[in-house]
């Protein structure tokens, strides 16, 4: 299976695409956490991406798609994949399909993540990350064991949640990424999925989409 999950910043995307990447024994790809672990590593990558990043823009194309091409080349990925947060652009977008073309593959499926506004905010705002194992949580709906995370890890929250930069990263996401679902469309690979609920039941709606498109 070769699946994009796009949606708003905050809609699960990451939730989602890590238990599909799983699910189907295949590598759950993420721009952002590359990115992420770029700037922790203190790499070339990470200084060109962090000033973008902080001020909720996307960083430029042909640095996304430098690190994308070299990923999906990986021998994991060459089965399968979750992408996570990407492509967030039309010209992505397009970058995506040539390299998959020159593989002689194809998307099985976009499945966008559609969350109202309003909940996007609360999502982001009260996220933590743990710092040691990566775990997600949500300090109402998905709230860790205690202080720490339940491997022990300390809890932070991401740099771009205040606010203000969810805010910003929203209008980044209206600009440029809500063309693609028109891309997307006419190509007819998209599928959107309802994503209020709890997490159990926005991943089963994902599941069934992507029998049909299997
Ligand atoms: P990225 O890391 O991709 O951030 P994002 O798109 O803004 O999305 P998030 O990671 O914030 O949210 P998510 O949808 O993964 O939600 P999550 O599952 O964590 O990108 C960060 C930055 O990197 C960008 O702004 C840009 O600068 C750069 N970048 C990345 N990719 C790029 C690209 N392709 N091109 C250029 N620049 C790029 O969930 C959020 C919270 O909600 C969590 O607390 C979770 O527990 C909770 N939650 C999840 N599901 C539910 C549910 N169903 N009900 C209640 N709570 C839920
Ligand atoms: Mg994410």
């Not at 939730?15 to 790809?29: D, F, M, N, S, Y």
């Not at 947060?85 to 970058?95: I, K, L, M, S």
């Not at 440029?176 to 997307?184: A, F, N, S, V």
Request: net charge negative; hydrophobic share 35%; aromatic share 4%.
């Amino acid at each position: 299976m070769r699946a994009v999950l796009m949606g708003p910043p905050s809609a699960g995307k990451g939730t989602q695409a890590a238990r599909l990447g799983t699910e189907l024994k295949v590598p759950h790809i993420s721009t952002g956490d590359m990115f992420r672990a770029a700037i922790a590593a203190g790499t070339e990558l990470g200084r060109q991406a962090r000033g973008f990043m902080e001020a909720g823009k996307l960083v430029p194309d042909e640095v996304t798609m430098g690190i994308v091409r070299e990923r999906l080349a990986h021998e994991d990925a060459q089965s399968g994949f979750v992408l996570d947060g990407f492509p967030r652009t039309v010209p992505q977008a397009e970058g995506l399909s040539k390299i998959l073309a020159s593989q002689g593959v194809k998307l099985d499926a976009v499945v966008l993540i559609d969350v109202p506004e309003d909940e996007l905010i609360r999502r982001a705002t009260g996220r933590r990350i743990c710092q040691e194992c990566g775990r997600v949580y949500h300090v109402e709906w998905n709230p860790p064991p205690g202080d720490a995370c339940e491997c022990g890890g300390a809890l932070v929250q991401r740099k771009d949640d205040s606010p203000e930069t969810v805010t910003e990263r929203l209008a980044t996401y209206r600009a440029q990424t809500e063309p693609l679902r028109d891309y997307y469309s006419v190509e007819g690979s998209l599928a959107v999925v309802d994503g209020m609920g709890d997490p159990d039941e926005v991943h089963r709606r994902i599941v069934r989409v992507l029998g049909r498109c299997s």
